[in-house]
């Protein structure tokens, strides 16, 4: 949407953005920040910023397919040629994954690879605390207990030495989280997973096109879980999807997403790999948007990470501003653009510059919170069920083990930027480091202003 357009505007001009690609609906404006005048918290102009589209976006062919699925009256997952199908299918194929399978959302994809692999009450699974709640409750769901290892503060990932440290004969996964898109350290965890033959679920939520060492996030686990969720670089609204390489874990995730085997049906219990099943099925229209987005995904990826190298060279050499650091032979998805200031060189805190930038219209948030997860899980372990599978004397060493200092800096220290800035023209990296550097600039005076 230009400066121009009004949301009604935007709508109506569908049609035409329906035939371009989705990178032309983006025209953000950008206007020279003087860096001498005050920044808008001060009383001075706001930039001219626009952050760009509205999200998500169209990239064309969406409405058709949408249309055929509603006339086909094939509404649910369908058949082989339904778009659920193809989608899942061509998803595998362009992450380079031999098995794909469509799910409701990246929190049952999550559950079904938890379901896969047995994983049940009184297992342990090893997880980060810098992550989204998801990412927790999916085990919680299967009565396992999250097991939280610290964090690396430079790259925001699950570190894979903390992790080792809290193995024990009661851990059945490692759950690393590919955090903002970015890859935590799958060299680390993968030897890790196989010298403790634990297998490596990847929750690649956040991370569709993100790399390790050219292999795509989410292959390189036994198996990789994604969201396709509102916010996501590939979104259907809700979605997600279940990748492996393994054909045993792939009838498991298929068994799992769809109630497993219908002991009505006539089926012979031979047939039957017992697993905890549901119905985590994706919709035909969910398929349909997915299947039209596909294609594209790759471009928005490839501009995504040439503006996130360019805003982390500028933003890097500003004091007190430190970009997440991308381990070496990673390349992220860039779902969230992630850096930290440290408030003493910078001169202002985090919340003071989020502030000031939300004033200069950059959008921008402090991200996850700090927050007291094995209190969290303590409490959602405190129910009947819980009692009776997790002792007090259990949980008590498991929270004593638990040390997360990391976590809580990160969690103090961090701004996020939504990944739809990154689709805009390079010069709007100019124009975020810009702001960040006169508000830097005038931190004494924003800091009196705040006070
Ligand atoms: C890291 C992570 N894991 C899991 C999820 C859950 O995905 P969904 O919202 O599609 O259920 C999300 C996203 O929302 C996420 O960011």
Known sequence: MNSKQNRREFLAAGASLAAATALDAFSPIYGAVDLNAKPAILGGDKLKYDAGPLWPTFVGGEVERLTEVFESRQWNRGDESSPTVVFENEFAKLLGSKFGLAVSSGTTALQTALSALDVGPGDEVIVTPYTYVASVNCILESYALPVFADVDAETFQLDASEAEKRINENTQALLPVHIGGAPADMDAFLELGKKRDIPVIEDACQAVMGEWKGRKLGTLGSLGCFSM?????????????????????????????????????????????????????????????????????????????????????????????????????????????????????????????????LED??????????????GYVRKSLDTRAGRRVYSKERLDAWEEATSLPNFHKLSQEAVWLFQYQLLAPKENMDAIADAVRRIKKYAPDIKKALA
């Open 229 to 357: 969720q509102i916010s996501k670089n590939l979104c259907g609204g809700e979605g997600g999807v279940v990748l492996t390489d393994d054909e045993f874990l792939a009838y498991k995730v298929l068994d799992a997403h769809t109630h497993g085997f219908l002991p009505h049906s006539g089926r012979s219990l031979d047939e039957y790999r017992p697993v905890r099943a549901s119905n985590y099925r994706m919709t035909g229209f969910q398929g349909a948007i997915l299947s039209a987005q596909l294609p594209h995904i790759a471009a928005q990826a490839d501009v995504r990470n040439e503006n996130a190298l360019y805003l982390s060279s500028l933003l890097r050499d500003i004091p007190g501003v430190y970009p997440q650091r991308i381990y070496g032979g990673g390349r992220s998805a860039w779902h969230l653009y992630m850096f930290r200031i440290d408030e003493e060189e910078f001169g202002l805190s985090r919340d003071g510059l989020i502030q000031a930038l």
């Open 361 to 374: 219209g950059v959008p921008c948030y402090a991200g996850y919170q700090s927050c007291d997860w094995t």
